[in-house]
């Protein structure tokens, strides 16, 4: 069962403008959440986080928006840059992190 | 920095074959974690361990095996490699929360 769930596999938007990615979740134990980017023939690497004391988590072009009553997270970039391009997973474990969950990953296109 | 190695970035096998993939992490991290990553479904955990000589089975632990001797260095092992076990094969090691991730493996089982 996906416990974390992206429904959009791909993303493209133009450089420049705000590229949002979105990650909905169903375990109501989830307390910290994560977003990854990975590029090809990378591993992950660790974006931004939040935990769910929080309900917004900036960091320089990224913030990270959780709404704990709808169980969704979204990831934020402004402006979006083709550097940006990569998937992005997004990851959510409870206070012990040995059982975090990935989403399936959006591919995100950032064209010039 | 945090630094996750793995022995391979690319690997060859055929049906049959035991395969071993090594991790090593560099921060003296207590808890390390093999996942394999496959289009469409994104990171499934195989196997953890949080100390030495621990191991804890994870979402898809069938056809794998693991061992931590010492507390930087995970394996994974494939006792009989399959088809279906052709896959990008991912390490990372976590203190807390935030995993930090290897570069990865790309196993291609013939």
């Known amino acids: 069962d996906q416990q974390v769930k992206q429904n959009s596999p791909s993303l493209s938007v133009q450089e420049g403008r705000i590229s949002i990615l979105n990650c909905d979740y169903t375990?109501?134990?989830?307390?910290?959440f994560l977003w990854y980017k990975k590029y090809p023939a990378e591993g992950p690497t660790f974006l931004i986080s939040?935990?769910?004391?929080?309900d917004k988590n900036e960091d320089g072009r990224f913030t990270v928006f959780l709404n704990k009553s709808a169980k969704h997270l979204s990831l934020h970039i402004v402006p979006s840059q083709p550097g940006d391009s990569a998937v992005y997973f997004c990851?959510?474990?409870?206070?012990?992190?040995?059982?975090?969950?990935f989403g399936a990953g959006t591919r995100l296109t950032v064209k010039p | 920095d945090v630094k996750v190695t793995q022995s391979s970035r690319y690997l060859v096998k055929r049906t049959g074959e035991k395969v071993f993939l090594e991790c090593v992490q560099d921060?003296?991290?207590?808890?390390m974690f093999w996942y394999r990553q496959d289009p469409g479904l994104g990171l499934r955990l195989i196997y953890f361990?949080?100390?030495?000589?621990?191991?804890e089975k994870g979402d898809i632990p069938e056809g794998y095996s693991v061992s931590r001797e010492k507390k930087e260095r995970f394996s994974l092992i494939l006792e009989s490699a399959s088809t279906n076990q052709t896959s990008m094969y991912l390490c990372?090691?976590?203190?807390?929360?935030?995993?930090?991730f290897g570069p990865g493996t790309r196993l291609l089982v013939l």
């Open positions: 990851a959510a474990s409870p206070i012990n992190n040995n059982d975090m969950r």
């Open positions: 939040i935990s769910s004391i929080k």
């Open positions: 375990n109501s134990m989830f307390d910290y």
């Open positions: 361990s949080y100390d030495v000589k621990m191991k």
């Open positions: 990372a090691s976590s203190l807390w929360e935030t995993q930090y």
């Open positions: 921060m003296d991290h207590e808890n």
